[in-house]
Every structure is written in C-alpha cells, then in structure tokens.
C-alpha cells in the first residue's frame, strides 16, 4: 500500500500570499495517484488553503497520521512557505496560522516522526519552499539527531539559505518535478525513482539558479511512478540471447536492411528490434555512422556501457 499527503497554502493569515502552492500540490497528488496506464499508485489526502484552514494543529495532526501505520511507502509533499529560525537552528514549515518562529512546524520533528514510523518501509518528503534544503542536518543547538533515518528520502526545491521560486503556473522546483513525474526522469523499464527525479531538476537548474537538495538512507531506491517503457521487455530479455558476452559483436549482413535486395524478413524483424535499442543508446554500430550502414556494410554491432547493464538485468531475471 501507498500513501501521500500533498499540502498547498497560498493563503496566509498573518504573512505573504502565494500564488501556485495549491495548483502544485493538487497537480502532484493527480500525476502520482495512478501509472502512466491508468493502474492505482498513491492513495493520496489534499489539504489545499483554498478548502481548508491549514492550522499548525490541524497539519501536524496529518503528517503524523501519515507517518503510522503500516505501508509500503508514505510520501509527504508541501507547498507554502518555509524558514529557516538561525536562533534555533531549526528549519520549518509554515502553516496558516503562523505568526512567530515558536507556530512553526519543525523539519526535525517531521523528521523524528518519520523515523519513528518502523512499520513504513519507505518515507520520502518533498518540499517546494524556502530555506527547505535544512531538512536533515545535524543541529548544534539541540541534543537529539535530525538526520535522514532509515528509508527515508528528502528532496527539496532548494538549500538552506536559498528562496524557492514560483513560476507562471507551478512553482519552479514542482514544475520540473511534473515533467520528470510525467516520463522525463524515466529509465529504460519506464520507472521514475526519487534519484531520477532529482538528477532531472538538478540538470535543468544553472549555477544562478536555486539548487535543489537531495538526501536519502536507503538500500534500494523505490519507483514513485511508472510510464511506458522506452523499449519493451520482450526486446530486453533477448539482448543475451543476442549478446552471448557483453562484449560480443552481433554480425549484420545486407539481408537485414529492407532497402536491399536479399533482405530476409526474419533479419528484418530482429534488425528492427536492434534499431529500437539503438536509438535508446543500449546498442551501437561497429566501424559505422548508423546501423543501415552496419548491416550494408556487414559490420555488426555491439553493445554500449548501459546496453551491458540492461543484458545483466535480463540474465538475473530482474524484469
């Protein structure tokens, strides 16, 4: 089973208004709430300021309820505005009731009840506000740890002493994370993890921009949503079958290019699948521009670094 809570307040009753926090968290529940072919993913709670008064209270009481239970993966999103307090060394988010650093909701409480959640396999918490990037140090004015605990996965929009911006209709950082949600940040096999979705924010983002944060205590990274594959599985489970070493070089002959005159349909069946994998960069032409010229000219080819880490799946039967 899984789990989100996707919070948005751009209605404040004593600070700043916001503008897209509510069209972010409500756009982030609806993109992680089914896969790409329409099977159930997230079971998700939306508490947006424009239905709900989003007190201290009323937020702490969710993201506690959150985190228990027992799941596989509890996901946290949060779109407002966030602080760090220097005085305490505590970094927090704001809810709308907030008036003194004192109302605000403490990462590492969040953090510790996250921790404390032993029956949740996976907790990741995202984060579209300022200051967010504190989520997860050590603090030196306070005794107990706030630290990344075990299968748990923090990303956030940016570091700690930088502001999250808001764009046109999304924020900035959950702008790019709805690209990367909707197969931007997807592998081979479709499937989107919490790196992959921070390796795509963190490439699109220059040196002047905000730089998001990302920080996890896990053994093995989780899918948050899974698209189509950029190859199917059928093709990938034959490149050892194709490729009896990831070194080997599989012969092309003119028959297996259509164009030519001794072309064998059964060549070019295999020779389209090859071409498929080509253009993903898991195969490549030996002494060659292009495949059509592989096969003109009775070269072969070969598979690429990734194309040998995909043969090895397919030999431990991971797909």
Same mark, same amino acid.
């Given at each position: 089973?899984?789990?989100?809570?996707?919070?948005?307040?751009?209605?404040?009753?004593?600070?700043?208004?916001?503008?897209?926090?509510?069209?972010?968290?409500?756009?982030?529940?609806?993109?992680?709430?089914?896969?790409?072919?329409?099977?159930?993913?997230?079971?998700?709670?939306?508490?947006?300021?424009?239905?709900?008064?989003?007190?201290?209270?009323?937020?702490?009481?969710?993201?506690?309820?959150?985190?228990?239970?027992?799941?596989?993966?509890?996901?946290?999103?949060?779109?407002?505005?966030?602080?760090?307090?220097?005085?305490?060394?505590?970094?927090?988010?704001?809810?709308?009731?907030?008036?003194?650093?004192?109302?605000?909701?403490?990462?590492?409480?969040?953090?510790?009840?996250?921790?404390?959640?032993?029956?949740?396999?996976?907790?990741?918490?995202?984060?579209?506000?300022?200051?967010?990037?504190?989520?997860?140090?050590?603090?030196?004015?306070?005794?107990?740890?706030?630290?990344?605990?075990?299968?748990?996965?923090?990303?956030?929009?940016?570091?700690?002493?930088?502001?999250?911006?808001?764009?046109?209709?999304?924020?900035?950082?959950?702008?790019?994370?709805?690209?990367?949600? +909707? $197969?931007?940040?997807?592998?081979? =096999?479709? %499937?989107?993890?919490?790196? @992959? !979705?921070?390796?795509? &924010? *963190?490439?699109?983002?220059?040196?002047?921009?905000?730089?998001?944060?990302?920080?996890?205590?896990?053994?093995?990274?989780?899918?948050?949503?899974?698209?189509?594959?950029?190859?199917?599985?059928?093709?990938?489970?034959?490149?050892?079958?194709?490729?009896?070493?990831?070194?080997?070089?599989?012969?092309?002959?003119?028959?297996?290019?259509?164009?030519?005159?001794?072309?064998?349909?059964? +060549? $070019?069946?295999?020779?389209?699948? =090859?071409? %498929?994998?080509?253009?993903? @960069? !898991?195969?490549?032409? &030996? *002494?060659?521009?292009?495949?059509?010229?592989?096969?003109?000219?009775?070269?072969?080819?070969?598979?690429?670094?990734?194309?040998?880490?995909?043969?090895?799946?397919?030999?431990?039967?991971?797909?």
């Amino acid at each position: 089973m899984r789990k989100g809570l996707f919070i948005g307040i751009n209605d404040y009753t004593h600070v700043s208004h916001l503008s897209g926090c509510c069209n972010d968290s409500m756009a982030m529940a609806s993109v992680l709430k089914t896969d790409a072919n329409g099977d159930p993913n997230f079971k998700n709670i939306v508490l947006t300021s424009a239905e709900d008064y989003l007190s201290r209270e009323k937020l702490e009481n969710q993201i506690r309820e959150l985190f228990s239970g027992d799941c596989n993966v509890a996901l946290l999103y949060f779109a407002g505005h966030g602080s760090f307090d220097a005085d305490t060394d505590e970094g927090m988010l704001i809810p709308q009731d907030y008036k003194s650093a004192k109302d605000g909701i403490r990462l590492s409480d969040i953090l510790n009840w996250a921790s404390k959640a032993t029956k949740i396999k996976n907790k990741v918490i995202i984060l579209d506000c300022c200051q967010s990037g504190s989520a997860g140090e050590l603090r030196a004015l306070r005794s107990e740890g706030s630290v990344v605990g075990e299968g748990m996965t923090i990303l956030t929009a940016c570091k700690k002493e930088e502001p999250a911006m808001e764009g046109v209709q999304h924020g900035v950082f959950t702008g790019l994370l709805l690209q990367a949600l +909707h $197969g931007g940040a997807a592998n081979i =096999l479709g %499937k989107i993890t919490p790196g @992959s !979705l921070y390796s795509f &924010v *963190d490439n699109a983002l220059d040196a002047w921009e905000q730089r998001p944060v990302f920080k996890t205590n896990v053994s093995q990274f989780i899918s948050l949503r899974e698209v189509s594959p950029l190859i199917p599985k059928e093709i990938l489970r034959k490149l050892p079958e194709w490729f009896a070493e990831a070194e080997s070089v599989y012969s092309l002959a003119p028959s297996f290019e259509p164009t030519e005159p001794e072309f064998n349909p059964e +060549h $070019g069946e295999v020779f389209a699948q =090859l071409q %498929k994998c080509n253009r993903h @960069s !898991l195969i490549e032409p &030996v *002494d060659a521009e292009h495949m059509y010229y592989a096969a003109i000219h009775a070269t072969g080819c070969r598979l690429t670094a990734l194309g040998a880490y995909y043969r090895e799946l397919a030999i431990k039967g991971h797909f």
